[in-house]
């Protein structure tokens, strides 16, 4: 079975840094791209970040670049997401999925979510 587990979000002042995880089970992250996806009250969800299988290659919302990294451990089958200098406007539900290719779009497994809160 397909799982996803997100954690590491939390509350934290702007100009901070939080790392997520993203955990996966029922299948190997050696075959697959993984996104990160965030939704803040009242809106739509965005794309965050996604990195692929094949060559590692890495995608970034014009929002994020240069503060978000995300990154792979194939041997705890996991992806992170490190955020720095976080902005009250990445206040959101983080999320992570796979399309269960190495592709960056039709994700079709999606994890439970963590909350992130950048605030004073």
């Known amino acids: 079975q397909v799982q996803l587990v997100e954690s590491g979000g939390g509350l934290v002042q702007p100009g901070g840094s939080l790392r997520l995880s993203c955990a996966a089970s029922?299948?190997?992250?050696?075959?697959?791209?993984i996104g990160w996806f965030r939704q803040a009250p009242g809106k739509e969800r965005e794309g965050v970040s996604c990195?692929?299988?094949?060559?590692?290659?890495?995608y970034y919302a014009d929002s994020v670049k240069g503060r978000f990294t995300i990154s792979r451990d194939y041997a705890k089958n996991t992806v992170y997401l490190q955020m720095n200098s976080l902005k009250p406007e990445d206040t959101a539900v983080y999320y992570c999925?796979?399309?269960?290719?190495?592709?960056?779009?039709?994700?079709?497994?999606w994890g439970q979510g963590t909350q992130v809160t950048v605030s004073s």
């Open positions: 999925a796979t399309p269960l290719m190495d592709y960056c779009s039709g994700y079709n497994y």
């Open positions: 029922g299948f190997t992250l050696d075959y697959y791209a």
């Open positions: 990195i692929s299988s094949s060559d590692g290659s890495t």
